[in-house]
């Protein structure tokens, strides 16, 4: 399968390659692999389409990764690669570490990861790992230089979190939750996180709210 093949296989299922590389003699990869891809949501378009599938129909637990599994697994069988998903572990596979590999994500100003496309809302739902050297096109290889945050001239991430649990020095998880809880997080709940959405890149992204309620979901219970 050439490149193209694997981004018109994903997009069949409302994926993307989120990015791509052709691993260093040190190892990025697992196991020898010689062409990693990293497959995340597509935006927009995956929601409609994944909440058709029978994963979230079926009322069972951890449908999304279900989901991903599915496909993405039957996409590496394919292929004669082999698929590798952020649940796998403990240990857990180094998707941060690969995802700045890739050239298409960076540390944004609020520590989180920021991708050229998906902004703050960039997720990862599986990578396929590849015996063979995988020619990788240069759009797909590298985004802007420096990456969005770099052009960005508000940085309004800094300050959109409401209680300033994400900030240049880092994530604070509980006062996150302990705001959740209360009336005023009802909006992050129910529409994503508000530092997310002010991202110019996530606003282009279009992700809809019923998906990033499904993770907020997810997340705070």
């Known amino acids: 399968m050439t490149f193209e093949d694997f981004e018109q296989a994903a997009a069949k299922e409302a ?46 637990p951890d449908p999304l990764d279900r989901w ?9 069988q394919d292929s004669a690669g082999r698929a590798i998903f952020p649940s796998d572990g403990p240990p857990y596979p180094p998707f941060q570490a690969w995802a700045l590999a890739s050239g298409r994500a960076w540390v944004s100003p609020v520590t989180l990861l920021v991708h050229d496309t998906a902004g703050l809302m960039l997720s990862y739902r599986g990578a396929i790992a590849l015996p063979d050297r995988l020619p990788i096109p240069q759009h797909a290889l ?7 945050c770099q052009s960005c001239a ?12 994400l900030t240049s020095a880092g994530y604070d998880v509980a006062t996150c939750h302990e705001y959740l809880d209360t009336p005023s997080g009802e909006s992050c709940l129910s529409r994503g996180c508000a530092l997310r959405r002010a991202c110019p890149v996530s606003q282009s992204y279009g992700r809809v709210e019923e998906q990033s309620a499904f993770h907020m979901k997810a997340f705070h219970h």
């Open 68 to 76: 991903s599994k599915r496909v993405i697994g039957r996409l590496a």
């Open 154 to 165: 508000e940085h309004a991430c800094l300050s959109a979190c409401p209680v300033g649990a």
């Open 15 to 60: 994926l993307c390659i989120f990015g791509a590389l052709n691993p260093d003699p040190e190892g990025q990869a697992p196991d020898g692999a010689q062409t990693l891809l990293l497959f995340g949501p597509q935006g927009p378009g995956f929601w409609p389409h994944f909440s058709a599938q029978p994963e979230y129909l079926d009322g069972a």
């Open 142 to 148: 590298f985004g802007p230089a420096g990456g969005p």
